[in-house]
């Protein structure tokens, strides 16, 4: 299973053990989904980062009050700490077996 962090970190993990396979790290915060499609024959998976909406308002918008962004800007003060603004695709290629 694939899943992304806001910290900008893609990772891989055992669907039955939860065990970290794969970590790799992006531009950028994700906040959507992880997608895998098939072209040729061969697997990928790709992800967008980018931290937007709510819980990038402040970082985008130079906020400082605590209260700001219905609370996202104190919600999330420490974001610009460990990410950035971005808008970044990354895509691997699965090996075959």
Excluded: C
């Excluded at 959507?32 to 308002?57: C, F, P």
């Excluded at 130079?62 to 700001?68: M, V």
Aim: proline share 3%; aromatic share 12%; glycine share 20%.
């Amino acid at each position: 299973m694939f899943y992304g962090t806001l910290e900008g970190y893609l990772k891989a993990v055992d669907s039955k053990t939860g065990k970290e396979l794969f970590r790799f790290k992006t531009p950028s915060g994700i906040i959507g989904n992880v997608m895998t499609y098939g072209h040729k024959g061969k697997q990928y998976v790709a992800v967008l980062s980018g931290v937007g909406g709510w819980a990038g308002i402040g970082l985008a918008a130079g906020l400082t009050d605590p209260n700001a962004g219905l609370g996202a800007v104190g919600g999330y003060a420490a974001l610009n700490n460990y990410t950035a603004l971005g808008g970044s695709l990354t895509v691997f290629t699965l090996p075959t077996n």
